[in-house]
């Protein structure tokens, strides 16, 4: 995997490094932040969108580190290496080619909050996920306060007695089309 564009010396070619600084220099809680960033290298321009598991995995472990919450210690890295592999697959090879940026992203966070690949941090990772690698990378931000986010999260990871969410689908997609503003990427280099 290639992480830095081809004979670029700066440090914001490396979109690893570059994700853990976004997190830990906005203090990432989850939650809105007033940084709209796409991705990208402002010395050569490099754009940074793809969707990888060290990236998942990076921001899961990342948010973990910073929140550094009593009830994440000692439950830290992958359940199941397989989800983040499948999810990361079925983005590469079907949810990447179809629909809007909104059944995009409802579809990966209701995939990733549900799919439990992590011991804890299974929201907090598909909300982050979903905004920096998704909807940020497509010129969107999520535009819903710290409570709104948390009540949303927490019944979409709520499942029925079948093991199904409470949210269907189109239910993600439209609170995410309610809760997300277009901004210009672009600007951010200006």
Known sequence: MQRRAPNCPSPYC????????????????????????????????WFINDITEEKIIVIHDTLIALHDRPEDRGWEGLKDPGCVETWVYLWNNYWVCSESIYRKAAWFLSIVTNGHGFWQGNKRTAYTVTDVLILRANGYIFDADADEVDRFMVTLADLDDDGNSRYALDEVEDWIRANTKKIDIFSVLA
């Open 14 to 45: 490396d979109d690893i490094a570059m994700i853990r600084a976004f997190i830990r220099d906005t203090g990432r809680d989850g939650h809105n932040c007033e940084i709209p960033i796409g991705w990208w290298c402002p010395r050569c321009g």
